[in-house]
């Protein structure tokens, strides 16, 4: 997994809670057997009209989202389905960092195995992020310097932001956990021959 | 020793190690594979030269994906066919039992689980899936993992968790004739909100939920995921026991009386303490029906569409006008008598055998209402096959609904059952998402009898009534319809 220490990148605002990851990425894209070719998927309802054009109403597809890096949504996001295919969509699109007030708990953890940075801010400061990108009519940049655990725009706007020590670690070295829990393949199998009764 | 929850209890016997960052890595006794999230883990485990650790505790299907016509034509969808060969193939490879379509024993993963007793008390159950939560009904602590922990599994045999908070669901009291396991989750769910329980694991408890039958609790658990939490649970007892006793995985002979012995140790001690604690008056509980696109957004069936304004944030007054624009309906409107197109009883939430019966009690001797497209699809194989052994097969296609082969069919719409744009559909399933059952489409969630009256109604109508009316003029049936109808406004 790529690592992940501090990114800046262009902001994209979608001021809608509960956004779940039916939306993210629509069912009719979950048939692929391979992790790659999300990105067109990523909020394809709601992107594309019935006709295949782009629906201009749609948040991300205003001019001034295009190339944005940094999404900041509303709470709750990515609820509903465990499908990873959400992240793998939003990270083929270009985003490496969200930040909510709250995240569905399947989502998050899907974000910290694809190196996107699911950052919880408050309320407030989520608030105040939509009104900045908002007033800022497109070029609005953040850092989400993840070994400081803060966000900043560089204009007066500084947060700090909370995420699991362990996620953080993981994703600031990229690590393999799958590699790093077999160099555990001794405690597993003392566990297994230590159950009272058979697994 | 300190008291300790159900959670507490199973979790700590499932730790394999402390990782120093916080987490610990938790032992999975049982890891269901379907064919949506798992050709990518399966994928990663061949580059990476890897195995499966216990081919022996994983166990695969196909549900989501499958048609559910006639089994014996090819399959249409060529992407569709691919991806149920990968499973074929990976299942073969790394050498794990399968139930694919021409097994008898096939049907949605969180079925099959339970009625083939794989699912126990006291077991770690993951899948990649977010409706494992299911399992948690037997007191397991079940859950749901995207498809990178999928292949952690496979892998390792275990799942990296940092653990969780725990929330008691304290429900009192006795249901109303009428009232079901779908209505009190979903009454639950619309109190404590989609995010209500997020980064908590639920556990059940109380006199209404002890009430409930092993197949309640499933729909109970079922949607803990819907009310944000990974998981959720419910001691096991005398009914769980009951339910569990011969079923062809769960333990036989005296391993059988161990194990319940076992398992009796798995409740929450007196004074142990959760993290957040929440009580419901299951009493006071009517039949729900969801109007909006997220499953909080419910309401009694008695009640109206709400008005934007009589909530209390920008962002949930932003959200419900979405909605209501979404799902074409106006505040003040009364949710009873909305015109349905079609009506979809099936999902690893609601179609099980004691559903269908539920809603064949409603079905029988009447006729679906003139355009209305209902479908019956059973939660497995073996499900349909009981229902058929006590004709309820029968009941369901006289009065107009299509029985189906089981799968997931029109709960996510990836097979060829979906709603078509702007259909009105009273469903059984979980999710109510915009586009869930169909681009464009508009689903109402509610219970299996409710779905069934709605079928012959052919709109909303509370069947509390339709019951009443039916027990007390049975002889005149279709005068009893007309005026179920007649009534709505
Ligand atoms: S029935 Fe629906 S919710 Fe259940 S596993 Fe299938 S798709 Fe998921």
Redesign the pocket.
């Known amino acids: 997994m790529e690592p992940f220490v501090r990114h800046t990148g262009l902001v994209a605002a979608l001021p809608r809670d509960d956004v779940d990851t039916d939306q993210i990425v629509p069912k009719q894209f979950l048939a692929r057997v391979e992790r790659t070719g999300f990105g067109p998927a990523l909020f394809h309802d709601w992107r594309f009209r019935p006709d295949g054009t782009p629906n201009p109403e749609f948040e991300l597809n205003r001019p001034t989202a295009q190339g944005a890096s940094i999404l900041v949504a509303g709470a709750n996001f990515g609820c509903g389905?465990s499908r990873e295919h959400a992240v793998w969509a939003l990270r083929e699109y270009g985003f490496r960092a969200i930040l909510a007030p709250s995240f569905a708990d399947i989502f998050s953890a899907n974000c910290c195995q694809n190196g996107v940075v699911p950052a919880l801010l408050a309320p407030e400061e989520i608030a105040e992020l939509f009104r900045r990108c908002e007033a800022a009519g497109g070029d609005y940049r953040l850092t989400v310097d993840l070994e400081a655990e803060r966000v900043e725009d560089g204009r007066g706007f500084s947060a700090r932001f909370a995420i699991d020590r362990y996620r953080r670690e993981m994703l600031l070295s990229g690590l393999d956990e799958i590699g790093r829990t077999l160099l555990l393949e001794e405690r597993i199998a003392a566990y297994e021959r230590a159950r009272p009764h058979p697994v | 020793m300190t008291p300790r929850t159900l959670f507490d209890k199973v979790w700590d016997a499932h730790v394999v190690h402390e990782l120093p960052e916080g987490p610990a890595l938790l032992y999975v006794d049982l890891h269901l594979v379907h064919e949506v999230t798992s050709p990518q883990a399966f994928e990663g485990l061949r580059r990476a030269g890897r195995r499966v650790r216990r081919p022996d505790l994983t166990v695969a299907t196909v549900?989501?994906n499958v048609p559910t016509g006639d089994r014996a034509l090819p399959i249409a969808d060529p992407v569709a066919a691919r991806q149920l060969a990968a499973l074929g193939a990976n299942a073969r490879h790394f050498g794990v039992e399968l139930f694919d379509l021409a097994s008898p024993e096939q049907g949605?993963?969180?079925v099959i689980g339970p009625e083939l007793g794989l699912t126990q008390p006291g077991m770690v159950i993951v899948c990649g899936?977010?409706?494992t939560s299911t399992h948690g009904a037997f007191g397991a602590l079940a859950l749901g993992l995207g498809t990178s922990e999928v292949e952690h599994v496979l892998a390792t045999q275990c799942l990296v968790w940092s653990k969780p908070r725990t929330m008691e669901a304290r429900f009192t009291g006795t249901l109303a004739p009428g009232v079901t396991a779908k209505d009190l989750i979903l009454a639950f769910i619309g109190r404590i909100g989609t995010a209500g329980a997020t980064g908590h694991v639920i556990e059940y408890t109380g006199d209404a939920i002890r009430a409930l039958s092993m197949e309640q609790r499933m729909t109970v658990c079922n949607m803990s995921i819907e009310a944000g939490a990974r998981a959720g649970m419910i001691a096991p007892d005398d009914t769980t026991y009951d339910y569990l006793a011969e079923r062809p995985r769960a333990p036989g002979g005296p391993e059988w009386t161990r194990s319940v012995a076992r398992w009796r140790e798995l409740r929450t001690d007196s004074g142990a303490t959760f993290t957040t604690r929440f009580s419901l008056d299951a009493s006071a509980v009517a039949p729900q029906v969801t109007w909006g696109t997220s499953p909080g957004m419910v309401a009694d069936v008695t009640g109206r569409v709400p008005h934007p304004a009589d909530f209390p944030t920008d962002g949930e007054r932003r959200s419900v006008e979405r909605a209501l624009a979404y799902m074409a309906l106006t505040p003040g409107t009364p949710l009873a008598g909305l015109p349905i197109d079609r009506v979809f009883l099936?999902?690893?939430?609601n179609a099980r055998i004691e559903d269908l019966r539920a809603a064949a009690r409603v079905v029988q001797g009447r006729r679906v209402a003139a355009g209305v497209r209902a479908m019956v699809v059973p939660g497995s194989q073996r499900v349909k096959a009981q229902a058929e052994r006590e004709r309820l097969d029968r009941v369901f296609r006289e009065a107009g609904f299509e029985w189906r082969n089981s799968g997931?069919s029109m709960?996510?719409g990836m097979n060829p059952d979906v709603l078509k744009s702007g259909e009105r559909c009273a469903s059984t399933?979980?999710?109510n998402f915009e586009g869930r059952q169909g681009r464009g489409g508009r689903t109402h969630l509610m219970s299996p009898a409710m779905a069934a009256a709605a079928a012959i109604a052919g709109r909303i109508v509370d069947v509390r009534e339709w019951q009443v009316r039916q027990d007390v003029e049975e002889v005149e049936d279709v005068e009893v319809v007309k005026r179920v109808e007649g009534g709505a406004p």
């Open positions: 389905s | 549900d989501h949605i993963v969180h899936d977010s409706h099936g999902s690893c939430t997931c709960c996510l399933s979980n999710r």
